[in-house]
Protein backbone atom coordinates (compact mmCIF):
# COMPACT_ATOMS: atom_id res chain seq x y z
CA UNK A 1 0.00 0.00 0.00
CA UNK A 2 1.38 3.35 -1.20
CA UNK A 3 0.68 6.27 1.54
CA UNK A 4 0.09 10.14 0.58
CA UNK A 5 2.40 12.15 1.99
CA UNK A 6 -0.01 13.77 4.07
CA UNK A 7 -1.57 10.18 5.41
CA UNK A 8 1.82 8.64 6.01
CA UNK A 9 2.67 12.33 8.58
CA UNK A 10 -0.61 11.83 10.03
CA UNK A 11 0.08 8.29 11.22
CA UNK A 12 3.53 9.85 12.03
CA UNK A 13 2.05 12.40 14.24
CA UNK A 14 -0.37 9.43 15.50
CA UNK A 15 2.32 7.24 16.80
CA UNK A 16 3.73 9.93 18.23
CA UNK A 17 1.58 11.39 20.55
CA UNK A 18 1.66 7.99 22.22
CA UNK A 19 4.91 9.08 23.84
CA UNK A 20 5.01 10.44 26.83
CA UNK A 21 5.43 14.12 26.71
CA UNK A 22 8.44 15.93 28.55
CA UNK A 23 8.72 13.58 31.15
CA UNK A 24 10.25 10.35 32.57
CA UNK A 25 11.47 10.01 36.17
CA UNK A 26 14.25 12.66 36.83
CA UNK A 27 17.52 11.05 38.62
CA UNK A 28 16.43 13.06 42.34
CA UNK A 29 13.00 11.26 41.84
CA UNK A 30 14.12 7.44 41.24
CA UNK A 31 14.52 5.32 44.60
CA UNK A 32 17.16 3.23 42.80
CA UNK A 33 20.09 5.26 40.55
CA UNK A 34 22.78 3.02 39.71
CA UNK A 35 26.34 3.16 40.99
CA UNK A 36 27.03 4.20 36.96
CA UNK A 37 24.82 6.65 37.04
CA UNK A 38 25.54 8.36 40.51
CA UNK A 39 29.26 8.32 39.19
CA UNK A 40 28.29 9.95 36.02
CA UNK A 41 26.05 13.06 37.49
CA UNK A 42 29.34 13.26 39.91
CA UNK A 43 31.62 14.02 37.43
CA UNK A 44 29.76 15.69 35.02
CA UNK A 45 28.38 18.61 37.75
CA UNK A 46 32.03 18.57 39.20
CA UNK A 47 33.27 19.23 35.21
CA UNK A 48 30.08 22.02 34.66
CA UNK A 49 30.51 23.96 37.90
CA UNK A 50 34.25 24.09 37.23
CA UNK A 51 33.73 25.54 33.32
CA UNK A 52 34.21 22.56 31.97
CA UNK A 53 32.90 20.77 28.62
CA UNK A 54 31.66 17.10 30.31
CA UNK A 55 35.04 16.08 28.56
CA UNK A 56 35.73 13.37 31.53
CA UNK A 57 31.84 12.70 32.05
CA UNK A 58 32.40 11.69 28.25
CA UNK A 59 35.03 9.43 28.78
CA UNK A 60 33.59 7.86 31.69
CA UNK A 61 30.29 7.20 29.92
CA UNK A 62 32.16 5.83 26.88
CA UNK A 63 33.82 3.37 29.31
CA UNK A 64 30.45 1.66 30.56
CA UNK A 65 29.87 -1.38 29.37
CA UNK A 66 26.98 -0.81 26.54
CA UNK A 67 24.11 -2.06 29.08
CA UNK A 68 25.19 0.01 31.38
CA UNK A 69 25.73 2.99 29.07
CA UNK A 70 22.41 2.74 27.52
CA UNK A 71 20.91 3.08 31.19
CA UNK A 72 23.08 5.98 32.43
CA UNK A 73 22.01 8.18 29.73
CA UNK A 74 18.12 6.80 29.74
CA UNK A 75 18.21 8.04 33.90
CA UNK A 76 19.98 11.66 32.57
CA UNK A 77 18.40 12.31 29.94
CA UNK A 78 15.87 14.82 31.67
CA UNK A 79 18.70 16.57 34.15
CA UNK A 80 18.04 20.01 34.74
CA UNK A 81 21.04 20.97 32.84
CA UNK A 82 20.34 21.01 29.45
CA UNK A 83 24.07 19.86 28.76
CA UNK A 84 24.20 16.51 30.64
CA UNK A 85 20.28 15.81 29.06
CA UNK A 86 22.22 16.54 25.74
CA UNK A 87 24.68 14.49 26.01
CA UNK A 88 22.76 11.38 26.78
CA UNK A 89 20.94 12.16 24.45
CA UNK A 90 22.93 11.74 21.74
CA UNK A 91 24.90 8.58 23.61
CA UNK A 92 21.20 7.09 22.90
CA UNK A 93 21.29 8.37 19.10
CA UNK A 94 24.87 6.93 18.75
CA UNK A 95 23.44 3.85 19.76
CA UNK A 96 20.25 3.61 17.42
CA UNK A 97 17.99 5.05 20.17
CA UNK A 98 17.10 8.51 18.89
CA UNK A 99 13.23 7.90 19.39
CA UNK A 100 13.99 7.52 22.86
CA UNK A 101 16.37 10.69 22.84
CA UNK A 102 13.69 13.05 21.32
CA UNK A 103 10.89 13.35 24.27
CA UNK A 104 14.28 15.02 26.74
CA UNK A 105 15.65 17.08 23.31
CA UNK A 106 12.13 18.72 22.97
CA UNK A 107 11.85 18.88 26.82
CA UNK A 108 15.04 21.26 26.34
CA UNK A 109 13.32 23.43 23.50
CA UNK A 110 10.35 23.94 25.22
CA UNK A 111 12.12 24.73 28.21
CA UNK A 112 14.43 27.15 26.73
CA UNK A 113 17.27 25.80 27.99
CA UNK A 114 18.98 24.91 24.37
CA UNK A 115 19.43 28.78 24.16
CA UNK A 116 20.05 29.15 28.10
CA UNK A 117 22.47 26.39 28.79
CA UNK A 118 23.40 25.26 25.09
CA UNK A 119 23.53 28.21 23.54
CA UNK A 120 21.08 27.18 20.84
CA UNK A 121 23.50 24.77 19.77
CA UNK A 122 21.02 21.93 19.12
CA UNK A 123 22.15 19.64 16.25
CA UNK A 124 25.61 21.43 15.45
CA UNK A 125 27.22 17.93 16.03
CA UNK A 126 24.83 15.99 13.82
CA UNK A 127 25.51 18.15 10.77
CA UNK A 128 29.00 17.53 11.37
CA UNK A 129 28.47 13.52 12.08
CA UNK A 130 29.66 11.21 9.68
CA UNK A 131 26.38 10.02 9.00
CA UNK A 132 25.29 12.97 6.65
CA UNK A 133 21.61 12.58 7.26
CA UNK A 134 21.67 12.42 10.53
CA UNK A 135 20.46 16.24 11.34
CA UNK A 136 17.83 15.65 8.72
CA UNK A 137 16.27 12.76 10.58
CA UNK A 138 16.48 14.04 14.11
CA UNK A 139 14.73 17.17 12.77
CA UNK A 140 12.11 15.32 11.10
CA UNK A 141 11.37 13.19 14.46
CA UNK A 142 11.50 16.09 16.91
CA UNK A 143 9.53 18.39 14.73
CA UNK A 144 6.68 15.20 14.54
CA UNK A 145 6.65 14.72 18.59
CA UNK A 146 6.33 18.37 18.72
CA UNK A 147 3.55 19.04 16.64
CA UNK A 148 1.68 15.69 17.83
CA UNK A 149 2.02 17.15 21.49
CA UNK A 150 1.15 20.56 20.59
CA UNK A 151 -1.79 21.01 22.78
CA UNK A 152 0.03 19.93 25.55
CA UNK A 153 2.42 22.95 25.63
CA UNK A 154 1.45 26.82 26.79
CA UNK A 155 2.72 30.23 27.32
CA UNK A 156 6.78 30.81 26.34
CA UNK A 157 7.05 26.78 25.98
CA UNK A 158 4.17 26.69 23.28
CA UNK A 159 6.01 30.29 21.45
CA UNK A 160 9.67 27.99 21.32
CA UNK A 161 7.59 24.69 20.13
CA UNK A 162 6.07 27.11 17.60
CA UNK A 163 9.12 28.85 16.31
CA UNK A 164 10.91 25.73 16.20
CA UNK A 165 8.31 24.14 14.12
CA UNK A 166 8.64 26.66 12.04
CA UNK A 167 12.26 27.45 11.45
CA UNK A 168 13.56 24.15 12.73
CA UNK A 169 16.83 24.26 15.15
CA UNK A 170 18.97 26.31 13.63
CA UNK A 171 16.38 28.92 11.73
CA UNK A 172 14.32 31.54 12.39
CA UNK A 173 10.64 30.94 11.21
CA UNK A 174 10.09 32.94 8.57
CA UNK A 175 6.46 32.57 8.56
CA UNK A 176 3.66 32.97 11.68
CA UNK A 177 2.60 29.66 13.29
CA UNK A 178 0.18 27.44 11.67
CA UNK A 179 -0.07 23.57 11.85
CA UNK A 180 -0.58 23.37 8.27
CA UNK A 181 1.98 25.44 7.35
CA UNK A 182 4.56 23.56 10.44
CA UNK A 183 3.09 20.13 8.40
CA UNK A 184 4.35 21.46 5.49
CA UNK A 185 7.69 21.94 6.72
CA UNK A 186 8.22 17.75 7.83
CA UNK A 187 6.95 16.82 4.05
CA UNK A 188 9.46 19.12 2.31
CA UNK A 189 11.95 17.33 5.04
CA UNK A 190 10.69 14.33 4.23
CA UNK A 191 11.21 14.74 0.41
CA UNK A 192 14.41 15.97 0.64
CA UNK A 193 15.79 13.07 3.41
CA UNK A 194 14.01 11.15 0.59
CA UNK A 195 16.04 12.18 -2.18
CA UNK A 196 19.35 12.27 -0.06
CA UNK A 197 18.82 8.59 0.72
CA UNK A 198 18.39 7.74 -3.22
CA UNK A 199 21.18 9.73 -4.31
CA UNK A 200 23.65 8.40 -1.18
CA UNK A 201 22.51 4.60 -2.72
CA UNK A 202 23.42 5.91 -6.29
CA UNK A 203 26.43 7.09 -5.34
CA UNK A 204 27.72 3.67 -3.36
CA UNK A 205 26.66 1.60 -5.87
Not at 15 to 40: D, G, K
Amino acid sequence: MTLTPGVGLAMALAIASLFVLNRAPSFAMQANPTPETIEFLRIARGELAAGGELKEATTYLRSLALTQRLRTARAALYDDDARIGYLSANTLIEHGRAQQAVPGLAAIIASGRNDTQLHGRMGYDWVHSDDEALFLRMAIMINRYLLANLARYGGDQRARVEATLMGGLLEKPSQPFSKERAEKVIIDWQGKLSRQQRESRRTSR
